[in-house]
Nanobody
Framework: QVQLVESGGGLVQAGGSLRLSCAAS????????MGWFRQAPGKEREFVAA????????NYANSVKGRFTISRDNAKTTVYLQMNSLKPEDTAVYYC?????????????????WGQGTQVTVSS
């Protein structure tokens, strides 16, 4: 069983920044890609960003490209999401997830373990 624990969410004004963290219990953390997804009220859970097993390849949703940066520290078994220039439409519960793939897939169905989520609220 893999446990993922997100932190770093909160309330921020439009234009501000937040940094999300996701600590993983997986002993083979460094072998697999990690992803961030988000879900706003009444909407489907959507892909935000993903990173390959060694951090050398990243993938972003068009809506966050240029504003968000995903990174990982395999020694700490932690993945991060730096969010800058936040907009009200970024408001959602953010989830980290792990996949058995080693490339940064954006396919939600390829992720098999999920965290409990952390709320991000951006006020206008």
């Amino acid at each position: 069983q893999v446990q993922l624990v997100e932190s770093g969410g909160g309330l921020v004004q439009a234009g501000g920044s937040l940094r999300l963290s996701c600590a993983a219990s997986r002993r083979t953390f460094s072998s697999y890609a990690m992803g961030w997804f988000r879900q706003a009220p009444g909407k489907e859970r959507e892909f935000v960003a993903a990173i390959s097993w060694n951090g050398g390849w990243t993938n972003y949703a068009n809506s966050v490209k240029g504003r968000f940066t995903i990174s990982r520290d395999n020694a700490k078994t932690t993945v991060y999401l730096q969010m800058n220039s936040l907009k009200p439409e970024d408001t959602a519960v953010y989830y980290c997830a792990t996949t058995s793939r080693n490339w940064p897939t954006n396919d939600r169905d390829e992720y098999d373990y999920w965290g409990q989520g952390t709320q991000v609220t951006v006020s206008s």
